[in-house]
Antibody, heavy 119, light 110 residues
């Protein structure tokens, strides 16, 4: 069955960096568009970034543009999110989510990895 | 990229129907039939309930339905059951390869 497993979260100081990973299994990774969505503690969902199936196209929410970079390694079935210049407002549970190309919705989600930005 | 507007909470008794609204703008909800709805139980990942405006994935009960009028989408749950108690989020494609979520609605089954 489809599995998305995030890792790489942790505690980081303001201004620091962190790299999240999302390991995909149970399906052929390369044809799918992949997203990162985050959820601050006790808050709602916020879309963060998307990468096309071939990694040629990447788009970001205004709140992370210039600080976060989404990427993927199709042979390794892995999605990444490089987060730089982290701020307290970036504290959240980060989910990776799958989109069938052209569907515009998220049909499978991981369980999330927690990022805490605190001094 | 302003969040879509949802009521913070709704409630209903078992067997009743409830509707959750999701108001956006002419740049997102109003421009595309691409609203999806997600259910999230405490401590769990979101689960897709509705896509493409009013389509249900395999395995989702037909008690869940959705509609849209102008800039407002709505999710209706009929025949409320205890297990429906959860947070519900709408999401719309917002153009230029961006997406926007609603603030979420907490459903309480009385």
């Amino acid at each position: 069955q489809v599995q998305l497993v995030e890792s790489g979260g942790g505690v980081v100081q303001p201004g620091g960096s962190l790299r999240l990973s999302c390991a995909a299994s149970g399906f052929t990774f390369s044809p799918y568009v992949m997203h990162w969505v985050r959820q601050a503690p006790g808050k709602g969902l916020e879309w963060v970034a998307v990468v096309s199936h071939d990694a040629n196209n990447k788009y970001y929410a205004d709140s992370v543009t210039g600080r976060f970079t989404i990427s993927r390694d199709n042979p390794r079935n892995t999605l990444f999110l490089q987060m730089n210049s982290l701020q307290s407002e970036d504290t959240a549970l980060y989910y990776c989510a799958r989109e069938t190309r052209g569907s515009y919705f998220f049909d499978n989600w991981g369980q999330g990895t927690l990022v805490t930005v605190s001094s | 990229q302003s969040a879509l507007t949802q009521p913070a909470s709704v409630s209903g008794s078992p067997g009743q129907s409830i509707t959750i609204s999701c108001t956006g703008t002419s740049s997102d909800v109003g421009s595309y039939d691409l609203v999806s709805w997600y259910q999230q139980h405490p401590g769990k990942a979101p689960k897709l309930m509705i896509y493409g405006g009013n389509k249900r994935p395999s395995g989702v009960s037909d008690r869940f339905s959705a509609s849209k009028s102008g800039n407002t989408a709505s999710l209706t749950i009929s025949g409320l059951q205890a297990e429906d108690e959860a947070d519900y989020y709408c999401c719309s494609y917002a153009g230029r390869s961006t997406w926007v979520f609603g603030g979420g609605t907490k459903l309480t089954v009385l």
